[in-house]
């Protein structure tokens, strides 16, 4: 099974890797664009991102199943919230998608994003560090280390392929 993921970023091939460790399986990670705002603004736009990439990695990398992963943040009266999409594309299926963790961001985060900032420099920013969106992500920080994107990720990585040969058991019925 040869399966392509939408990103080049570690944190997101991990989580794909781990999911998908029972499998006989080729990774292969292509850039693919999300076709969403760089910094996505709702569950429907992230959950967008995420199928876009799935789709496009699907086809651009002549695979069995392509994946796409997709952070955002969404609005409401609380404040602004962290989401996490993914989706699986493959020939035979519409679609799966799966979200993960959500959590408030800090107002003075919340508020840069607002007006225009995309979250990853932002996090880079605040935490004094590089490529946070690489390795803990706002996550990380934000939990005091006790869970990191990759392992959030993974989470929504796991509902995708449990879905998959859920439904995969139901075609071959
Ligand atoms: O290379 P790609 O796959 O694009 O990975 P990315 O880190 O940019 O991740 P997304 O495009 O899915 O995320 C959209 C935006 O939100 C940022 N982001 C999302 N979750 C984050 C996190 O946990 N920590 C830091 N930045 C995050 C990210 O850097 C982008 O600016
Ligand atoms: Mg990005």
Not at 37 to 61: K, M
Not at 105 to 131: Q, S
Request: hydrophobic share 40%; proline share 3%.
């Amino acid at each position: 099974m040869k399966i392509i993921i939408g990103s080049k970023n570690p944190a997101k091939i991990n989580a794909v890797k781990n999911s998908f460790s029972q499998q006989e399986a080729e990774f292969i990670s292509l850039d693919i664009p999300s076709g969403v705002n760089a910094q996505p603004f709702s569950d429907e736009e992230t959950i967008q991102g995420a199928i876009n990439r799935a789709v496009g990695a699907l086809n651009q990398g002549s695979g069995n199943i392509g994946i796409g992963l997709e952070g955002g943040v969404h609005e409401t009266s609380l404040g602004l919230l962290l989401c996490n999409w993914g989706a699986i594309a493959t020939h035979n299926m519409e679609p799966i998608i799966a979200g993960g963790a959500r959590f408030l961001l800090p107002e003075e985060i919340a508020a840069r994003l607002r007006v225009g900032e995309e979250l990853g420099p932002v996090m880079d920013d605040y935490a004094k560090m590089k490529n946070v969106r690489k390795h803990e992500g706002a996550v990380g920080i934000f939990t005091n280390g006790m869970i990191n994107r990759m392992e959030m990720f993974t989470h929504v990585t796991t509902l995708l392929a449990g879905q998959y040969t859920y439904r995969q058991n139901q075609i071959r019925r």
